[in-house]
């Protein structure tokens, strides 16, 4: 019962910008998207949600579209050390939100080659 | 600390032993979470606390695993009899439980686990 749907791997040039998409067609209207990585042998990390707007950090862009249906996260200049398994997740807010566990599916394997 | 912190960070075991892991969440976080993920494999959900209310137990896969969570912050996670399916990284999270928006769950770095 996948809720989302990301390419299973990607490459990209150091230095470049990494445009990650994930695909959320039956995302309800109270669903944040989550975005977290997993660097080899490491917990995932944390990197950014969102809701409807787009919203940037210290790490990344998320750009989600009008119709909330997709996503892009984006990482404005890669370097070798963002090469991870990055994983999409949707889930609800709310103060029950806390109870629905991030269920993770498999992720882009994004790999960034010098 | 600063962030969910985890022990031990390595763990060989014997086959048929007992083994437990233990998860310090980040201060005030009510919300405590356990996975695990196999070699190669994705991160499957294991347990989830929060604050007095019952634990959802819903992805422990067998009786052989239990986890008790003590004065609200921190938790032990029990694999008894332990085989060597068992082998994997257990990884903790905890996240603010009674929050409205932003519920951020922050993983530690986990606890390596080898059954041989």
């Known amino acids: 019962d996948a809720k989302t749907t990301q390419p299973p791997s990607m490459d990209c040039a150091e230095g470049r910008a990494a445009n990650l998409p994930c695909n959320h067609s039956?995302?309800?209207?109270?669903?944040?998207v989550y975005w977290y990585r997993q660097i080899h042998s490491q917990g995932p990390q944390y990197i950014i949600h969102?809701?409807?707007n787009n919203e940037t950090n210290e790490m990344a862009s998320l750009i989600i579209t009008e119709d909330r249906k997709s996503s892009t996260l984006i990482l404005p200049h890669a370097t070798l050390r963002d090469t991870a398994v990055y994983y999409c997740i949707v889930r609800p807010s709310g103060i029950k939100a806390a109870g629905n566990k991030l269920t993770f599916g498999g992720g882009t394997r994004v790999l960034v080659k010098p | 600390g600063a962030g969910v912190s985890q022990s031990p960070s390595n763990k060989v075991t014997e086959k048929g032993k007992d083994v437990e892991l233990r998860c310090d969440p980040i201060?005030?976080?009510?919300?405590l979470y356990w996975y695990r993920q196999s070699l190669g494999q994705g991160l499957e959900f294991l347990i989830y606390f929060q604050g007095n209310s019952a634990p959802d137990k819903s992805g422990l896969p067998s009786d052989r695993f239990s986890a008790e969570r003590t004065g609200g912050s921190v938790s032990t996670l029990t694999i008894q009899r332990t085989q060597q399916e068992d082998s994997a990284v257990y990884l903790c999270?905890?996240?603010?439980?009674?929050?409205?928006?932003?519920?951020?769950?922050?993983f530690g770095e986990g606890s390596w686990l080898t059954v041989v």
């Open positions: 999270a905890s996240s603010h439980g009674d929050r409205g928006t932003g519920n951020t769950i922050y």
């Open positions: 201060s005030g976080h009510t919300a």
């Open positions: 969102g809701l409807k």
């Open positions: 039956t995302i309800s209207g109270n669903e944040y």
